[in-house]
């Protein structure tokens, strides 16, 4: 659609999906690969090479199927309880305020 000469793009509110991360979770998924890179290298460098690029597979992995599972919720994701709730009122009116409202 046009308005006039320019087009109108009408996508501009949606969240940004990068192969399957929406929004802040691209974030989260970068995060998940850089901080699983950086521990199974520091893994390798204090023990060995084998248990190090395993590490770092496993921690690449976990990371990113947390991030996914998050994503799930929404990327508003609120804490929401279930039940009902009951909040006591503590209200009360002291014997000063009550002898100024009689009057």
Do not use: C
Not at 5 to 27: A, E, N, T, V, W
Not at 57 to 70: C, I, N, Q, W
């Amino acid at each position: 659609m046009t308005h006039g000469r320019y087009p109108i793009y009408k996508g501009l509110q949606k969240p940004l999906i990068y192969r399957g991360f929406k929004g802040k979770f691209i974030y989260w998924g970068i995060g998940s690969l850089i901080g699983g890179l950086a521990l199974g290298g520091l893994i390798g460098a204090l023990t060995n090479l084998i248990l190090g690029g395993f590490a770092t597979l496993v921690l690449m992995g976990a990371g990113l199927a947390y991030t996914f599972m998050k994503q799930g919720n929404g990327l508003h994701d609120k804490t929401r309880h279930r039940g009902v709730f009951i909040h006591p009122v503590h209200l009360s009116i002291s014997y000063e305020n009550r002898k100024k409202d009689s009057l």
